[in-house]
């Protein structure tokens, strides 16, 4: 069964370094999706990508965040300059279309020390 | 405001009980709606998605059914076991909101051998 997939599982970087989160959603999906938990907090939606352009964001996803699709298979979330209140677990997701079921990996818990 | 609510908070039960999970939102254009598990510390697993023009969707020992005229969701877990233990999500995609999903807080659940 295809399913989305996310590296590393688990990051730890110092305060001001850049990260960047890997995904590969599935191979016929069109829409693309970052969200993020802080823990014992909600799932929150942080920016979509569509057609190889942001189609939304939220008020988290300011200019210390980006997003790319480089090769037409990676979806990837860049943090310029990572803050304490960045630790969180980053889940990429993917969808054929912007209606029918999202599809989720498995996260990458990032630790900012 | 869009928001999507879910009740209780934490749930407790003996192993063998049904129980019911419930999750409320606050418009009722949506496209579906999602129930996922979540294990302490792990990713989101996608349990059902019902359409929005659908009653209910059953697997398993999980049926879940939506009201969408009320704002309303349930999941119904059917001869809980331990192994049912996780926290339980809800989530829609509103109209006009490119597929972005809004969560609910989650439901913790418990179950006792």
């Known amino acids: 069964e295809p399913e989305v997939t996310q590296t590393p599982s688990h990051q730890v970087t110092q305060m001001g370094q850049e990260v960047i989160l890997r995904c590969v959603p599935i191979?016929?999906?069109?829409?693309f999706y970052w969200y993020r938990q802080i823990l014992g907090q909600k799932v929150e939606f942080l920016v979509s990508f569509y057609n190889n352009e942001i189609s939304e964001k939220s008020e988290i996803f300011d200019d210390q965040f980006s997003v790319e699709r480089p090769d037409g298979s990676n979806f990837t979330l860049k943090i310029r300059s990572t803050k304490l209140e960045d630790s969180a677990m980053y889940f990429c997701?993917?969808?054929?279309?912007?209606?029918?079921?999202?599809?989720f990996g498995q996260g990458t818990r990032l630790t900012v020390v | 405001k869009q928001e999507v609510t879910q009740i209780p908070a934490a749930l407790s039960v003996p192993e063998g009980e049904n129980l019911v999970l419930n999750c409320s939102f606050t418009d009722s254009a949506i496209y579906n709606l999602q129930w996922f598990r979540q294990d302490p510390g792990k990713g989101l697993t996608s349990l059902l998605l019902i359409q929005s023009s659908q009653r209910e969707q059953t697997s398993g020992r999980l049926n879940a059914s939506l009201d969408k005229s009320s704002g309303r969701s349930t999941l119904y877990i059917a001869a809980s076991q331990p192994g049912d233990s996780a926290t339980y999500l809800c989530?829609?995609?509103?109209?006009?909101?490119?597929?972005?999903?809004?969560f609910g807080q989650g439901t913790e659940l418990s179950v006792k051998p």
């Open positions: 997701a993917s969808t054929i279309d912007s209606q029918v079921e999202a599809f």
């Open positions: 989530a829609v995609p509103f109209y006009n909101q490119g597929g972005k999903l809004i």
């Open positions: 191979s016929n999906h069109l829409y």
